[in-house]
């Protein structure tokens, strides 16, 4: 599955949307062969369009589109058109905070499960000491953990609340920046919890309504319906235009779901560089605003280089990245999601806010056309910013290959699965993540997980197997390959019962727990297994009930048992535990438990 990969992909256009409306004469003297210079930035970059805004002040002062928000229908990206703009998402909902916090609602420093019950994390010191503070800011210590929702997607914000108290830190609380989106839910639930109101309904009358935002939305199926909506594209094999399917990051909204235009973004950008105010009214409050764009954690070195002495300071506020350009103060986050990168950004000292918008896949695109435009507004000396980044991606790219030659595999060669395939078959849990099945097909392995492409396992060596996409051909892509491996572990019975996956770079593999796939079973089919059987002095009671078998053991709980194939069941709560039926005919003759430290037969009673 193409998840798997996330391999970033981008196209290639040259189309510009023009405004009708003429600048006055000393703007225009500031934007003079900015269309020229950014349909070269389009191109080189093989970028599908952009859109981009500048305000100063109160006002817009620069609006534009460029390329194509439809590729393939040739139609062009205008300054109201709709992007998805990922995680520039994240300063709407801290702001929410912001607003309850004026009202005396919620306190920045206290643990964040006061206001949020149903938040559990790893351990009870996370527990007592996680404030909102730290949320806002990703110095919980925990890393990303983003394969727990962008992989194994859910409808429910409370399934991913849940994941939470499974998923490790690496490092101890505001130790270390890391950027975590779980935390930027957290900040979305709590509004909901304060309120009784969804983060989106928040979203809509708190921000949207008052700044006029009529046309920014906050789901996939609102953007879809838009009639001048942007479709994502990327870049296959570095050359080949790839129209990518839209991402539903549905419970994971209050990260990353909003989609908008600059023309409605600039008035968001407005707001901030205003204190807080737009058209004479508070949206945001000013003592909000004043701890959100000034640092509350270092995010990285930050040091200036030889190359670059002007670019340094590296910090984050409270859904704002924070740095130094050139000697001047910016407020900036990026945004990435399938097919869309977006980049909001603001000079608090200057006045001067810019917004791009592009459907490209993890662009370059954003960062080019933002630096381009502050230097030309700061009035700071020409920098080649397109040419650079290109020298640098091509320098990468000579790297990564560089780099490929000197790696070997461990591969063993002609070594086998310890199991027939179907030994393999079975649903995998983390709780921490969630469940992927991995079912036999065609004499092949395939996973799948939630609504995603499934992936053909092929085998590596030993009980190690390697995915492939399977794309809309229905054939593996084994041109893209993946460094994700699956391993798979067996009990004391000889019987698989878990897998790894080294899912979060930063700590070590997580294991899935294996559930067999279960059979549909009516009581009828069921009842020939009902009796006594006699194992050793001990009776064992087997019994229906609303259509399901259960084992009663004296001295032990009664135990409900799963159908999975042949005969054989599932002892439900005990993984790797199973009951298995001798039978001829409608005939039972026995039953072997099969566990672990060995199988018990027990036979029927007459």
Not at 175 to 184: D, G, I, L, S, T
Not at 352 to 360: A, D, S, W, Y
Request: net charge positive; with cysteine; hydrophobic share 35%.
């Amino acid at each position: 599955m193409r998840k798997f990969l996330l391999v970033a992909v981008t196209v290639f256009t040259s189309v510009t949307y023009a405004q009708k409306k003429t600048l006055p004469a000393v703007q225009q003297d500031r934007f003079t062969g900015l269309d020229t210079i950014f349909e070269r930035v389009l191109k080189d970059q093989l970028a599908a369009g952009f859109a981009v805004a500048v305000v100063e002040k109160d006002k817009i002062i620069y609006t534009k589109g460029f390329g194509y928000r439809d590729y393939e229908k040739k139609l062009p990206v205008t300054p109201n058109t709709l992007f998805a703009i990922g995680s520039c998402t994240k300063a709407f909902t801290s702001s929410l905070l912001g607003i309850l916090q004026k009202d005396h609602k919620i306190d920045f420093d206290e643990p964040a499960i006061k206001y949020l019950p149903g938040l559990k994390f790893y351990n009870e010191d996370m527990d007592k000491h996680i404030s909102i503070r730290d949320m806002m800011s990703h110095r919980t210590g925990l890393p990303r953990h983003d394969f727990s929702w962008y992989l194994f997607k859910t409808k429910s914000r409370d399934s991913l609340l849940q994941r939470i108290r499974y998923q490790q830190p690496t490092f101890g609380i505001r130790e270390r920046w890391q950027y975590n989106n779980f935390m930027f839910l957290t900040q979305g639930m709590i509004a909901e919890k304060i309120t009784g109101k969804s983060w989106e309904e928040n979203i809509k009358s708190r921000i949207f309504q008052p700044l006029g935002m009529t046309r920014s939305n906050l789901t996939i199926d609102e953007f879809m319906k838009d009639e001048d909506a942007a479709i994502g594209y990327g870049l296959k094999k570095d050359s080949i235009i790839d129209k990518l399917d839209y991402y539903n990051i549905g419970a994971m909204g209050p990260a990353g779901s909003i989609n908008s235009s600059v023309n409605e973004m600039a008035k968001w950008v407005i707001t901030w560089i205003n204190r807080g105010n737009y058209q004479g009214k508070e949206i945001i409050p000013a003592g909000y605003i004043s701890n959100a764009m000034s640092a509350q954690m270092v995010s990285g070195p930050g040091i200036p280089t030889k190359d670059r002495p002007d670019v340094f300071f590296s910090s984050y506020g409270m859904g704002w990245s924070l740095s130094s350009y050139k000697g001047h103060y910016r407020v900036e986050h990026g945004g990435n999601i399938d097919g869309f990168s977006a980049s909001t950004s603001f000079f608090p000292t200057d006045s001067i806010g810019i917004i791009v918008l592009t459907n490209q896949n993890a662009s370059s695109v954003t960062a080019i056309v933002r630096n381009m435009m502050a230097d030309r507004l700061l009035k700071l000396p020409f920098f080649d910013w397109n040419k650079d980044i290109l020298e640098a991606n091509k320098k990468a790219k000579e790297a990564d290959k560089a780099a490929e030659k000197t790696v070997s595999s461990n591969q063993q060669k002609n070594t086998k699965p310890s199991h027939t395939l179907k030994g393999y078959e079975g649903i995998y849990t983390h709780p921490g993540y969630g469940s992927l099945e991995v079912i036999e097909q065609n004499d092949s392995l395939f996973v799948h997980i939630y609504d995603n492409d499934p992936a053909w396992l092929k085998h590596f060596h030993y009980d190690v197997f390697q995915p492939y996409n399977v794309g809309k051909s229905g054939k593996p892509d084994t041109t893209e390959k993946s460094q994700l491996r699956f391993q798979f572990f067996m009990n004391g019975s000889g019987d698989i019962n878990s897998l790894s996956l080294k899912l979060e770079p930063t700590i070590d593999h997580l294991s899935f727990k294996k559930t067999p796939r279960t059979v549909k079973t009516s009581a009828d089919e069921l009842q020939k297994f009902v009796g006594e059987y006699e194992l050793g002095s001990a009776v064992v009671k087997i019994s229906v009930k609303n259509n399901t078998l259960f084992a009663l053991i004296p001295g032990q709980p009664e135990y409900e048992l799963s159908a999975i194939e042949n005969n054989r069941f599932a002892i439900k709560i005990l993984n790797g535990y199973f009951v298995a039926f001798d039978v001829n005919g409608t005939d039972v003759s026995q039953l072997t438990f099969q566990q672990p430290n060995g199988n018990f037969v027990a036979k029927r009673k007459k």
